[in-house]
């Protein structure tokens, strides 16, 4: 089956820290550029960050030197650690998948809530 699975989100502190995981499954993982996208309420999607398969990093540069993304290919695992969170932070994020083979992958988001 196809898809993508987050967890990790929460309620946290202005200040905390929390780390997002995204399983994959059913997809090329190893060739495949992975994402975290997040929409707060009456905003647009935006990026977060991705990983390339040939593990380049990019960042919104809101989040630049507080969040990092990371893989593992051996566990078709993608994680979002979020440091210094800040009430701006609160969204719903998701897990994005591109390939080839898929296209496009969305998974069903996780919610992260800051306290100020």
């Known amino acids: 089956q196809v898809q993508l699975v987050e967890s990790g989100g929460g309620l946290v502190q202005a200040g905390g820290s929390l780390t997002l995981t995204c399983v994959a499954s059913g997809i090329r993982f190893s060739r495949t550029t992975m994402g975290w996208y997040r929409q707060a309420p009456g905003k647009q999607r935006e990026l977060v960050a991705a990983v390339t398969y040939s593990d380049s990093v990019n960042y919104a540069a809101s989040v630049q030197g507080r969040f990092t993304i990371s893989r593992d290919n051996a566990k078709n695992t993608v994680y979002l650690q979020m440091n210094s969170l800040k009430p701006a932070d609160t969204s719903v994020y998701y897990c994005?998948?591109?390939?080839?083979?898929?296209?496009?992958?969305w998974g069903q988001g996780t919610q992260v809530t800051v306290s100020s």
């Open positions: 994005n998948a591109k390939n080839f083979w898929v296209g496009e992958l």
